[in-house]
Structure formats: structure tokens, C-alpha cells
């Protein structure tokens, strides 16, 4: 206790810094380049989720963790260090992701325009209010898409984009294919259990009524309208305009989402929950810092701070060398590092490829394996649907690798990778109909998967079990709730979280009766 201050001075300072910088540090830069100057146009998922999640691991292995190197435990201090990294990432991410979709909102300023066209005259804003307008119902076109979605892909979504011209008034006649566009959408969802015959009638009897609303729509019964950002829906919108016009659209076609009520500015309680967040994880990090000793001694060590940054850096890169404990997984890893440079150097987008893109290259698809192309089971298992899911996936498998492949050995890690990732693919062909599926998730949540079963045969040491336990349970719970999300394949996630489960013990026994005999 009494080494607390001790501690608090050396470590606080470098949390504050990280959980405030990084929040900061990518809104500035997304106000910059995403929002002021529109340099890049990334989906709006990507900001609020994927880089949150990812982001902290940078600035907490190069900055905090070598901090971290003052606390001492009896036991296994290395990995009880490792517990508050992961205290830093949550509170950090969560700070992230909310401080994003402050962003988001907060920016987006109410712009009133006397006609459709100044539109292009006015600084890019969220929401726009028309003094007048007219719409062209004739001219319209819909699209709909199909998506299952559950922690067993047990529902099935209808989601059905209607677009309609918006022109300045009705004396304008469109020569080309109009600039802008009314977009409504209208969602269902059924069980996806259902039989295919029954699924077609749900859908007919949906669209009908759909396009029931559509006849009966008062276009004109609105306050204001949303701009609608880059995102699926926006996508989904510009390929319903596709099928009516037959022509390849790009950024410069405005799609506007109705609103019937006034702007409420909601973003008061996004700030305050940001501030919410970091208390939460400084309450938790604070009593954390009880438990651990002090180590002055590390003060005093012969490293300098750049030297302490520099050093985790090289151990970072290091880990894509083949050698000692991580052979096997740097090998994996610098296949699926090679396969996606490949894919982008072919063309695909480094952030969002198309599905058609991915099934190109290897991806996975149950008509396609069905049809006999059986390999795609193995090949999805190292494409990746952008750079974001890559550098998500190798974290995750860094992690689970040191506590595998030492244990297991090369060529047994190898095995259960493989046959974990054939399982997952295998999972994601029987749940969903006509969805490209593509990441080394299964491969993955098998290693955690042998990592419970291991722990289930008493292959661990008993001082680490329950540590090794609870961060387990930790990144396999988490990773199952973000597969709820759209666009997640958590088929993948159960299937390789089984059978890895059931390899890597029939592995562990395997090896075991070799060393006995």
C-alpha cells in the first residue's frame, strides 16, 4: 500500500494521455480528411466499431505497457500485467467509438436550402431542410436486400431501398440520370428456419406491401432530410438507382433519407458518457493497482524511454520472423499478410472489397462448394474483407498462439488451425444461403477453443488456470457478441470454437500417450 502513489505517478499520467489523445487524435483526423475535406470516404461502421477496437493496441504496446513493467506479482507476471492492457483497451475503445459517433452527429448541422440544387453550393452537412421540391414516383426504382443475421444466423432480413428523383420543381426535366435522389427503406425480419417455399411468400407478401406504401406515400410530409453517408444503406440505395438506369453510379449522386420530426441534438449525452467511460476504467484500473508491488529498481534500468518504445516495437516486428515458440504462427501469419497484399495489388479495395471480389480470390460460398469447388473451405480461411479485419484477426491469433503452440508443438498447431478453420468454413456454408464468407475467425476462435479444452484436461499449470480462464472467456465472448453485428460470419465462430475445442484435446492426449510411451 504503501508503494500506491508510487505507482499511480508512474502509470496514471500515460493512461490519461492515451485514453484522451487517441480519442482526440482520430477525430481531428476524421473532421479532417473524412468530414472537412472528404480526402477519404469510409464507411461510417469502420469509425464507430472496427478502428476503436484496434486502435488502442498501438499506442498501449509502445507507451503503457512498458510502464507497466514496474508492477511485480508473485507469479506469472507477465500475463497479470497483461490484465490491465486489457482494461486499457476497453476503456479506450468504448472512449473511441463513442467519441466517434459524437462525431458523427455533431457535425452535422442543420442547412437550409430554397431548392434541391444549392445543394452543391453549401458546405457537406448531415441535414438539409428544402424550402421546395418535387418528386418523379414514375421514375423510381427499388432494390432489396437479403441478409441473416443471430448469434445462429436463425433470422433472415428483408431490407427493401426504394429511390425517387428529387428535382427543384415540377417543370425540370431530367436529360441524364438526376443528381439526387429520395430514398425510403422499409425492413422485415423472419426466421430463417423457415422452408425456402415459405421464405419466397414472406418476401412477396412484404413487397407488396411495400410498394402498397410506396403509392400511398405523402413524399412531401417531411421536416428535413438525412444525408445519407457512406454505409451499406447508401450502397444498397445507389444499386437501386442502378436498376433503373443501367448506369455504373459514383460519389456524386446525393441520396436524401426523410425525417418527420424536428433535429434533436442528442449530443450532449454522447459527451457526457465518454467522460462516463473513462471513470468506469480508471475506478477499475485504480483498484487494480492494489494488488501488484512496485519494482524501483526498473526505474533505474539501463533503458531509456525511446529505448523501452523502440524495443516493443522490434519485439512487435519480431513476431513475423519464424523462429522459437511462434514458428508456426508467424509462417500463418506472413501467408495471410502475402494473400492480401496480392489482393490489393489485383485491385480489390484496401478497406471494403466487394463480395465478388473476395469469391474471386478463394472465397467461401455454399453454392460454389456445393458445386464441387471444395477448396474454397481451405483458401477463405486466409482472405480477409479489408485491412481492418487482417490486422483484427492477427492480434486475435497472436494472442491465442502463446498459449498453443508451445504446448502442441509445429506441426500439431498447424493441424488445428487448419482443421478449425476447414470447420468454421464448413459452419458458414451450412447457415447461410448466398453469403460470401471470407477471415481466419474460425481458424482463431479454434485456438481458443483448444485453449478451453486444454485448461478442461489440466494442461495448464494450476496457478495459471484461472487467469487463463477468464482472458479466454474474455476474447471469446467478445468475439461472439460483435458476430452478432451485420456482416459478421459467427457461423465461422462457433463451428471453429467447437471442433478446436475437440482437436486441441484429442491433439494434448495424442501427444501425451507419444511422450509416454
Known amino acids: 500500500m504503501k508503494n500506491y502513489l508510487p505507482k499511480l505517478k508512474h502509470i496514471l499520467p500515460t493512461f490519461f494521455l492515451i485514453a484522451f489523445g487517441a480519442a482526440i487524435v482520430l477525430a481531428l483526423f476524421r473532421w479532417l480528411l473524412a468530414i472537412k475535406f472528404e480526402i477519404l470516404d469510409i464507411d461510417a461502421m469502420i469509425w464507430e466499431f472496427w478502428i476503436p477496437a484496434i486502435l488502442p493496441w498501438i499506442p498501449i504496446t509502445i507507451w503503457l505497457k512498458p510502464r507497466l513493467s514496474v508492477l511485480t506479482f508473485k507469479k506469472d507476471s507477465d500475463k497479470r500485467r497483461f490484465i490491465f492492457e486489457i482494461i486499457s483497451w476497453i476503456t479506450v475503445g468504448v472512449m473511441i467509438s463513442i467519441s466517434?459517433?459524437?462525431l458523427t452527429t455533431a457535425t452535422g448541422k442543420l442547412t437550409q436550402l430554397a431548392t434541391i440544387t444549392e445543394i452543391e453550393t453549401q458546405p457537406k452537412t448531415l441535414y438539409y431542410k428544402l424550402e421546395t421540391f418535387s418528386v418523379a414516383p414514375n421514375l423510381g426504382s427499388t432494390y432489396t436486400e437479403f441478409k441473416v443475421s443471430g448469434r445462429f444466423s436463425d433470422r433472415l432480413n428483408f431490407n427493401v431501398y426504394f429511390v425517387i428523383p428529387i428535382f427543384k420543381d415540377s417543370t425540370e426535366i431530367a436529360y441524364d440520370v438526376p443528381r439526387f435522389w429520395y430514398g425510403i427503406k422499409y425492413k422485415k425480419q423472419i426466421s430463417n428456419r423457415l422452408s425456402p417455399e415459405d421464405k419466397d411468400q414472406e418476401y412477396e407478401a412484404f413487397y407488396d406491401e411495400c410498394v402498397d406504401n410506396i403509392n400511398k406515400y405523402d413524399f412531401y410530409a417531411v421536416d428535413h432530410f438525412i444525408r445519407t453517408p457512406?454505409?451499406?444503406?447508401r450502397d444498397n440505395y445507389l444499386k437501386a438507382i442502378e436498376e433503373s438506369t443501367f448506369v455504373r453510379l459514383d460519389d456524386k449522386y446525393i441520396v436524401l433519407e426523410p425525417v418527420a420530426t424536428t433535429v434533436e441534438d442528442g449530443n450532449e449525452s454522447k459527451f457526457n458518457w465518454i467522460f462516463r467511460v473513462f471513470v468506469v476504467g480508471l475506478v477499475i484500473l485504480l483498484f487494480c493497482l492494489l494488488f501488484p508491488g512496485y519494482n524501483k529498481r526498473q526505474l533505474k534500468s539501463r533503458f531509456s524511454r525511446k529505448q523501452l518504445k523502440r524495443d516493443e516495437i522490434v519485439k512487435m516486428l519480431r513476431y513475423l520472423i519464424?523462429?522459437?515458440?511462434h514458428f508456426a504462427t508467424s509462417i500463418i501469419i506472413n501467408i495471410n499478410i502475402l494473400i492480401f497484399i496480392l489482393t490489393i495489388i489485383s485491385g480489390n479495395d484496401i478497406v471494403s472489397p466487394e463480395p465478388w471480389e473476395l469469391l474471386y480470390?478463394?472465397?467461401?460460398?455454399?453454392?460454389?462448394?456445393?458445386?464441387g469447388q471444395w477448396w474454397r473451405l481451405f483458401t477463405?480461411?486466409?482472405?480477409?474483407?479489408?485491412?481492418?479485419?487482417l490486422v483484427s484477426n492477427i492480434v486475435g491469433l497472436v494472442i491465442a498462439a502463446k498459449f498453443v503452440e508451445p504446448l502442441l508443438g509445429r506441426k500439431n498447431y498447424f493441424i488445428l488451425y487448419l482443421i478449425s478453420g476447414l470447420f468454421g468454413s464448413i459452419a458458414s456454408v451450412l447457415w447461410y444461403d448466398n453469403t460470401v464468407c471470407v477471415g481466419a475467425s474460425g481458424a482463431i476462435l479454434g485456438l481458443y477453443g483448444a485453449i478451453l479444452g486444454l485448461l478442461y484436461q489440466g494442461a495448464y499449470p494450476q496457478a495459471r488456470q484461472?487467469?487463463?480462464?477468464?482472458?479466454?472467456?474474455i476474447f471469446v465472448g467478445l468475439s461472439l457478441l460483435g458476430g452478432l453485428a451485420e456482416g459478421i460470419d459467427n457461423a465461422a465462430h462457433v463451428g471453429g470454437l467447437l471442433s478446436g475445442a475437440v482437436i486441441g484435446m484429442l491433439l494434448y492426449k495424442y501427444n501425451n500417450n507419444l511422450n509416454d510411451d
Do not use: C, T
Open 380 to 389: 477463405a480461411v486466409f482472405l480477409h474483407s479489408g485491412i481492418l479485419h
Open 100 to 102: 466517434q459517433q459524437y
Open 361 to 371: 480470390w478463394g472465397g467461401n460460398r455454399r453454392f460454389e462448394v456445393l458445386d
Open 322 to 325: 519464424p523462429k522459437g515458440d
Open 466 to 473: 484461472k487467469y487463463i480462464f477468464v482472458l479466454m472467456s
Open 230 to 233: 457512406r454505409s451499406n444503406d
